[in-house]
Each structure stands twice: as C-alpha cells, then as structure tokens.
C-alpha cells in the first residue's frame, strides 16, 4: 500500500499536471477595448491587427483581434517561432452540438468557381457537418462567367439549401460572384467585405445590352427571388448602358427597408445616377441587406443567433476559419483547376506558334511544325474536357462553340499536309 506521503505526491503532481495543461503555451495577453483579457499565443500581426491561438485545456482555437480593438498586447515570454505557428492536428467533435463548416469559392466563376465541384462536395459535407449543419459559403472573387450563375444558383438552391442551414460570409464578390451570391438569403460581411458591380462584358470589355442584356435581367430576377431580395438593388448593381439606375431607401424603425429606383423618394441614396451600386459592409448591413457583419467564426455564430457552434475541421496559422475535410477537397481541387488553366493558356499559345510557323515554311519543316501544333491541340481538347468554361477566357470560345472550333483547327492541319 502506498503510503500516505506517496498518496499526496501523486496528487500534487496530478493537480500541477491539470493546473500547467491549459496555461502551459499560453505567454501573450491581448487587452481589448472592452476590458476583456484573451490569453494565449500571438501567431501573426499585421499594422497592428492580431491573430492568437487561445487555449481551452487541450484544445486550441484561434482568435482574430482589429488593430481598433486592441488597447494593450503584453508578451510574458518569447515561445519558440515553430511552438507558436503550430496548428492543432485534432479534428475534435462533440457529439449533439450544431456542426458547421467554411468552403470558400474563390477564383474565376466557372472555372475554380465552379457549380459541378461545388455540387460534388455535398458526400463528404454530409458527413462532416450533418443534415441541418450550418454550411458558409466564403466567397472572395472578382467574377468571371455569366453562364455559369445559374447552374451555381441552382445548386444552391436545389441541392445545398434543402440539406444545409447555408449562409454566405463575403469578403468581396464582384460581378458574376455577387449574382451567384444573391440566391443566398442570409449574406454575412467581413468588415472589409464589398458586393455589387455586376455589369456583364463580352470580347474586348463591350457591355453586354439589347438581348443579352434582357436576359441576364430575367435570370437575376428569379435569382434575387431566390434570396428573398429587392430586384432594384440588383438593377442597381448591373446598370444599364442605355439609361441610369439610381436606387434610394427609407428604413423604418422596425428594419423594414422600402426601395425605390430614383434619387429622391427614399431617405437614403444609395446609387447615384450614371453610378453602378456596390455596397461596403457598413452600408448592406444599414440597409439590411447583410445580416451584419462578422470578422470571426465566434462573431458570425452571434450574429446567426447561436451559442455554440463546432466547427469541424483543423485549424491553420494563416486561416480565420479550420479547414474540413470537403474545404481540403475544395482547395486542393482549385489548386489543380488554377494550374491546368495556366497549362491550357501555355498550350494555347504553344498551339498558335506552331501553326503560324507550319504555314510559313515548307517542306519536312511543316511536317515537324505541323505535328507539334496538332500535340498542343490535343492537350487542349483535355484541358476543355477537365474544364469546359475555362475555353472562355482563352480561346474567347463557349463550350458549345469548341466542338466546330476544334473540327475547323483539325482540319486546318490535314490542309497544311496535302501536297
């Protein structure tokens, strides 16, 4: 039997064991505006805005404080640079607590933003998440192919929103990124989150008007039916090259905001005329088309109405959010979708300069030019195959277009070989 010397011993140092545990990598304290004290260890500083990983026991959890809101940083030690990148390596799950995840679409609009890849990862957020998990869609991108909108509108909205609490969270979404967004109801901003300027072009920066023009209007008004919004804000956001779209609002106390397309009816002007409408995270939260504005996962779970979110997933140094595993799926498909497109647009080009030369020189030269030309017309062909809309902002060319444009190519080549 132990005596009762061993007996306090073993107790000591089990309490010395639980007491260390949580504070033993905990040597920063970041003093905050509202008095509160955060602990843990600083991971990143920019101009003075904050990144530290907080400890709950074992558990770490990052934590983002705005240069405006930190009054005091006090550094108790200097922890050792690779300690205090470290990310968690533990995907920990509570169970019957919400679960909820960030996938981010980021990039061109039908090309890494696509509505295919986005439908695919719906197997692996089930689960990640569960039915009923809260699933934000981070969006940062500067738009890209209006024909791709509605195929991603209707997979938010027939195969996302009937399985996931879905929400978008923006960092910016311009042009075609912005009318993707409008069939979310619920849209959260980073507070340096912008959302508008959603004039569509073609060829050499033509604004799309006449026909083309009417149509994306018609799709943009289902779409913004989708997200339970005003179209005029939408009409304000595309302009018209043919006449001005000037948007006011009055908002009355209840938050019940009225619109109106010209300068003088409401309160508030929002969109000047000859102006194309894009809104800031001050102003869509004032005029209740944001929900409000969040800067971290912590902040976006308040502003939705929750207590407790877990969100899945392993948190990372440079990231505000943890990366699960559909957002890994997510990354790394983008990853490889963003390098084949610049091997398409090296093939493209590779392709042009062969068949320029094969036509300017005779003989086995041409043979030679000839069938490099025709290898580089075959890789693209498989770069459209893996990525159809990625043809759009090469060749200029839309998938239904390719097809004849890659019979006529072919049959450029044959010409060239015949004596």
């Known amino acids: 039997m132990r005596t009762l010397n061993q007996k306090l011993a073993v107790l000591m140092t089990m309490l010395a064991a639980c007491l260390a545990a949580p504070f033993a990598a905990a040597k920063d304290v970041v003093v905050l505006d509202d008095g509160r004290r955060v602990t843990g260890d600083i991971v990143r500083e920019i101009e003075g805005n904050v990144w530290m990983l907080v400890y709950f026991g074992d558990i770490k959890k990052q934590e983002f404080f705005s240069a405006a809101s930190v009054?005091?940083?006090?550094?108790?030690?200097v922890a050792d640079v690779a300690e205090q990148k470290e990310a968690p390596d533990k995907d920990v799950s509570k169970p019957g607590t919400l679960r909820g995840e960030v996938i981010t679409l980021e990039g061109m609009v039908g090309v890494e933003f696509a509505s295919k890849h986005l439908e695919s990862l719906?197997?692996?957020?089930?689960?990640?998440?569960?039915?009923?998990?809260?699933?934000?869609?981070?969006?940062?991108?500067?738009?890209?192919?209006?024909?791709?909108?509605?195929?991603?509108?209707?997979?938010?909205?027939?195969?996302?929103?009937?399985?996931?609490e879905v929400v978008g969270w923006i960092e910016s979404a311009i042009s075609a990124a912005a009318m993707t967004s409008m069939t979310m109801e619920r849209l959260y901003f980073l507070p340096e989150g912008n959302f508008g300027a959603c004039t569509g072009w073609y060829g050499q920066l033509t604004a799309v008007k006449g026909r083309g023009l009417e149509e994306t209007k018609e799709l943009m008004r289902m779409i913004t039916a989708r997200g339970k919004r005003d179209y005029r804000i939408m009409e304000a956001m595309q302009g018209n090259p043919d006449k001005d779209t000037p948007l006011s609002a009055t908002v009355d106390p209840d938050?019940?905001?009225?619109?109106y397309s010209d300068e003088d009816s409401g309160k508030v002007l929002v969109n000047p005329a000859g102006e194309i409408l894009t809104f800031n995270s001050v102003q869509a939260e004032k005029l209740r088309f944001s929900e409000g504005i969040a800067r971290n996962l912590d902040e976006l779970a308040q502003e939705m109405g929750y207590d407790e979110v877990e969100w899945v997933g392993k948190w990372q140094s440079?990231?505000?959010?943890?990366?699960?595993?559909?957002?890994?799926?997510?990354?790394?498909?983008?990853?490889?979708?963003?390098?084949?497109?610049?091997?398409?647009?090296?093939?493209?080009?590779?392709?042009?300069?062969?068949?320029?030369t094969?036509?300017?020189?005779?003989?086995?030269?041409?043979?030679?030019m000839v069938n490099k030309a025709r290898g580089f017309l075959r890789d693209?062909?498989?770069?459209?195959?893996?990525?159809?809309?990625?043809?759009?902002?090469?060749?200029?060319?839309?998938?239904?277009?390719?097809?004849?444009?890659y019979e006529q190519q072919d049959e450029i080549l044959r010409d060239l070989m015949r004596p």
């Open 380 to 405: 693209i062909r498989r770069f459209y195959s893996e990525s159809p809309n990625s043809i759009l902002f090469t060749l200029n060319l839309t998938p239904d277009d390719f097809e004849l444009w």
């Open 318 to 356: 440079d990231l505000i959010f943890p990366v699960g595993r559909a957002e890994a799926e997510n990354r790394r498909w983008r990853d490889f979708v963003s390098q084949d497109n610049q091997k398409l647009e090296l093939a493209v080009a590779k392709y042009q300069l062969y068949l320029g």
């Open 122 to 164: 719906i197997p692996q957020l089930e689960k990640d998440i569960g039915e009923g998990g809260i699933l934000v869609l981070k969006v940062n991108s500067g738009g890209g192919a209006l024909l791709e909108i509605k195929p991603l509108s209707d997979t938010i909205e027939n195969e996302l929103k009937p399985r996931f």
């Open 71 to 77: 009054k005091e940083i006090i550094r108790d030690a």
């Open 255 to 259: 938050g019940t905001v009225h619109w």
């Open 358 to 368: 094969a036509r300017s020189v005779q003989g086995k030269a041409r043979g030679i």
